[in-house]
């Protein structure tokens, strides 16, 4: 390609180019091939257009020789092997935008959305955006049935300007209206009524409605959430919105593996109760059977038993209760323990949380003849950062952030008496390799 000196535009023009996009996963027929050039042609000229150059030439050369020239298909004919093609591009002047217009009753909030100026490059996603973000502002602004018609645009040759009209009609604002509920079976509508972050009666606003979807799916109970709203106002002015929700099992079931060189096999089964009273409470139940490895005396266990209440005292936060028991018979000591705790946990925004809580821990250990007992108490404390966007914990990032701090003073009596603190951080990132989730790199410290 030549006559394109701007490694962008270039990149663009090749990008919607047969010529350059089959060269050579495609191979043709010297009819073919000409054909397939005389096509290019228009596409690279759109493409131009779409960048604001709109006085542009396009001309390909095959072996030196035109399209239009008759003697091209006898000398492609002759030819066994590759063949140059030349596409030779003049941009001509690039246009600007001249008068933009807004017409129709349109809020200061949309005009200030247009975020377009006179004598910015005539570009055509710019222009069309610009549609698109002044819809968006109206609706946020509560013009729910707010409409705005793809942009007229008019061109003046002469002065190498695009002048741009929007027709808008931004209707009336409106505020949420009744909320109804569909496909709720075991969840209780009340439960969900409360878990919403909008209610009847607020200002219309799509990302708020957003928000409330995001908040339903990220219960733990629906496998899916879609929300709609009314297609017109209600006779009062508002804007009827209905949830449709499908609820996932209620029960699951896993079970696990581990083998280590050291502590040998570990079996392991899960349980959980994602809907235990109606609320989206959480009962999980495991248990592992350890102790067949070298450095391991006898058979061991790992029992734990975990509650979750959401919705615990605010919309946030949520009421997690644990409890679990260990045994293990080990080549260098022996040790049964026993833990409860509660933690307090809240969502402060989309990407940071946090918890504080309370744990007392029955700790013996038998060690060269000698048995000791501890008692721990702990307030664990602890932070987290999320940018991964997943919730769902049988899910798994493919791109973002997590990183997490602990610190858990404590208190010890029984063997020994002793005031400590425990700190634990950790990060992992996730770099999505293919854009599409299924090679991902991911790095934990």
Do not use: C
Not at 96 to 101: C, D, E, V
Not at 113 to 133: E, I
Not at 231 to 242: K, N, S, W, Y
């Amino acid at each position: 390609m030549r006559g394109v000196d701007n490694a962008e535009l270039s990149a663009v023009l090749v990008a919607s180019s047969q010529l350059f996009g089959l060269r050579e996963s495609s191979p043709v027929s010297p009819f073919a091939l000409i054909q397939r050039a005389r096509s290019d042609i228009p596409r690279i000229q759109i493409a131009l257009d779409s960048r604001g150059y709109y006085q542009n030439q396009v001309s390909v050369t095959i072996n030196g020789l035109a399209l239009t020239d008759p003697g091209l298909p006898a000398n492609l004919d002759q030819i066994t092997g590759s063949v140059q093609v030349r596409v030779v591009v003049d941009k001509g002047v690039l246009y600007h935008l001249g008068k933009i217009a807004l017409e129709g009753g349109v809020p200061d909030v949309a005009r200030d959305a247009l975020n377009l100026r006179t004598g910015d490059p005539a570009v055509a996603d710019a222009v069309l955006d610009a549609r698109v973000r002044v819809l968006e502002a109206l609706q946020e602004d509560g013009y729910a049935l707010a409409e705005v018609e793809e942009p007229i645009a008019f061109a003046d040759d002469e002065r190498h300007l695009i002048n741009v009209t929007y027709k808008v009609q931004a209707g009336r604002r409106a505020n949420i209206g009744p909320i109804r509920f569909r496909g709720l079976k075991d969840v209780n509508e009340s439960f969900v009524r409360e878990a919403l972050t909008i209610k009847p009666g607020d200002r219309y606003q799509p990302s708020r409605i957003e928000e409330a979807r995001q908040m339903l799916a990220s219960l733990g109970v629906f496998s899916g959430v879609t929300v709609q709203a009314a297609q017109a106002l209600a006779p009062d002015g508002t804007v009827p919105l209905t949830f449709d929700v499908t609820e996932r099992e209620r029960r699951t079931v896993s079970l696990s593996a581990l083998y280590s060189t050291d502590l040998g096999l570990s079996l392991s089964v899960g349980w959980s109760h994602h809907n235990l009273f109606g609320n989206a409470e959480q009962l999980n139940l495991s248990a592992a059977g350890t102790g067949l490895g070298t450095a391991s005396a006898g058979l061991g266990y790992s029992l734990a038993a975990q509650f979750v209440r959401p919705l615990f005292l605010a919309p946030n936060q949520a009421l997690e209760v644990n409890l679990s028991g260990v045994k293990q018979q080990l080549d260098a000591y022996d040790q049964v323990a026993e833990t409860v705790s509660t933690h307090v946990r809240r969502k402060f925004s989309d990407f940071w949380s946090g918890g504080a809580g309370l744990s007392l821990m029955y700790d013996q250990v038998a060690q060269q003849g000698t048995t000791r007992l501890y008692q721990l108490v702990g307030v664990p404390v602890s932070v987290s950062y999320n940018s991964t966007g997943i919730t769902d914990a049988l899910l798994d990032p493919v791109s973002g952030v997590r990183a997490s701090v602990a610190l858990t003073p404590t208190q010890s009596f029984g063997a020994s008496d002793l005031t400590f603190a425990v700190l634990q951080a950790s990060g992992s990132t996730y770099l999505d390799l293919s854009d599409d989730g299924r090679s991902v790199r991911a790095r934990r410290r």
